[in-house]
């Protein structure tokens, strides 16, 4: 389980826990320059590192010492409100196995702190196309530029796939942020239905003491309560009728009947975090609904029509649901503009090859966000110029090495080439709910901790 760890970690670092107020104060941001530097990896101590402050970010670039005049981009995910800019070790900015492959290919690589925290997708747009240009300055023209990033960095190499055509040759979105505000509406879901259904009521915004008054009273009823004395990894609950109906329900939500999610509810809604055991999810319920850069509330399921089987026509309890739940309608302005207000709309109009990877079991950015984005991509038309691929496993990216390497060897192949790689069909439920869905392109199967991910 050493891998799942590592990368549940990370992700409790960085988590982000809720929409913050727009209305707050920005911290006095500043490069941790002592986060920048960072050591050789083993076998390719004679590629060349470089690290310091550019336009107020902090950045690193190895080049190999048979560069083979490319480059890729690397964008990072949410590093928190803090005021602190800074690197993790490389190993945990992306697999060591990764960047011992670009290396060996003769590819450069650059990354940037971005010269701000929060969720703000716009300046790490900014940022990155930044040091892309000092790169070319201060190395060299460099003759193809790729991109690639996790979650938030996901969302960026999405946007960024759609507005700089003619500086970068192709984008890699991994477990990325890429149905836009349908993240925090799935939020907003998961919590509002959580409550009507073992409450018979529900709130928004909760109260200041929801994880400690309403949340243990909705896991009782819901059959979903922790015992920490026993807590484990994928530990089955003894849901009861109601708890029955939630599961349903955040399935439909997160991306639509599908293998791997029974794994993927019990893993989610068992992590320990700082207020409880099994209480990730409901934090995420924390909040105004406000995020940074947008004049007002983004969260919106006015639309929604809420169901806690696989059966399209309404039950009766799936009327009273949806007549009951709290409803909650976005500002005028909270999703409104183009360009690079923040959060950036990711609208699917693709100016290059498009290559994305998400865990199908990934309840914290869900499989939902590439439904969404398959579906703005085909109404630009442009689904041609794009390649989805699920892969068997829980976690909030998590990939193997070879998922990666995969992954970006056939976009570069692609882009080079006009040859359009293999992917899996999304906008298509009875593909997805197929049992074998998600294990073609997944690798090292091992690796992603889970008991008999594929048949």
Not at 9 to 27: E, G, I
Not at 188 to 199: C, K, R, Y
Not at 352 to 377: Q, S, W
Not at 393 to 415: K, Q, Y
Request: with cysteine; charged share 20%; glycine share 10%.
């Amino acid at each position: 389980m050493k891998r799942l760890a590592l990368a549940l970690s990370l992700l409790l670092f960085t988590v982000l826990v809720a929409p913050t107020a727009s209305s707050a104060a920005k911290p006095p941001w500043f490069v941790d320059e002592e986060s920048l530097p960072f050591d050789a990896l083993d076998g390719f101590t004679d590629a060349e590192q470089m690290w310091g402050i550019h336009n107020n970010a902090g950045y690193r670039i190895e080049v190999p010492a048979n560069w083979n005049g490319d480059l890729i981009m690397w964008t990072h995910g949410y590093r928190g409100e803090g005021d602190r800019l800074f690197f993790n070790e490389p190993g945990d900015e992306f697999n060591e196995g990764f960047r011992a492959w670009m290396l060996s290919e003769g590819y450069a690589w650059a990354a940037s702190t971005y010269s701000k925290n929060s969720y703000n997708v716009a300046q790490g747009v900014k940022d990155t196309h930044a040091l892309t240009q000092f790169f070319n300055g201060k190395v060299g023209q460099a003759d193809e530029v790729y991109i690639g990033g996790y979650s938030m960095g996901g969302h960026i190499a999405a946007v960024m796939a759609e507005n700089y055509g003619n500086t970068y040759s192709g984008s890699m979105p991994l477990c990325g942020v890429v149905g836009d505000f349908e993240l925090f509406d799935y939020f907003l879901d998961v919590n509002a239905a959580g409550q009507q259904l073992a409450l018979g009521s529900s709130q928004f915004p909760v109260d200041d003491d929801y994880l400690f008054d309403e949340v243990p009273q909705m896991q009782a009823a819901l059959g979903m309560t922790v015992d920490p004395a026993t807590w484990f990894f994928f530990q089955d609950f003894p849901l009861t009728a109601k708890g029955e109906q939630f599961k349903q329900l955040v399935e439909l939500r997160s991306g639509g009947d599908r293998p791997n999610f029974d794994q993927a509810f019990n893993f989610w809604f068992s992590i320990p975090t700082a207020s409880g055991f099994g209480n990730f999810l409901w934090e995420l319920g924390l909040g105004d609904g406000t995020i940074a850069g947008r004049p007002g509330v983004v969260l919106d399921n006015t639309d929604v029509t809420y169901q806690v089987d696989l059966d399209p026509a309404l039950s009766a309890d799936e009327v009273a649901l949806n007549d009951g739940i709290v409803r909650v309608a976005a500002d005028p302005q909270g999703r409104a503009g183009e360009g690079l207000a923040n959060p950036p709309a990711v609208t699917g109009d693709v100016k290059m090859p498009v290559l994305t990877i998400h865990n199908l079991g990934d309840l914290f950015v869900p499989f939902h966000n590439e439904v969404e984005y398959a579906r703005d991509v085909a109404a630009q038309g442009k689904s041609d110029m794009v390649v989805q691929r699920a892969v068997r496993g829980v976690n909030h990216c998590g990939f193997t090495d070879a998922e990666m390497i995969e992954g970006m060897s056939d976009l570069i192949s692609w882009a080079r080439t006009g040859v359009r790689p293999a992917g899996d069909v999304l906008l298509d439920p009875v593909a997805v709910a197929d049992p074998n869905y998600g294990c073609t392109f997944t690798r090292d199967i091992e690796q992603h901790n889970l008991p008999a991910p594929c048949p």
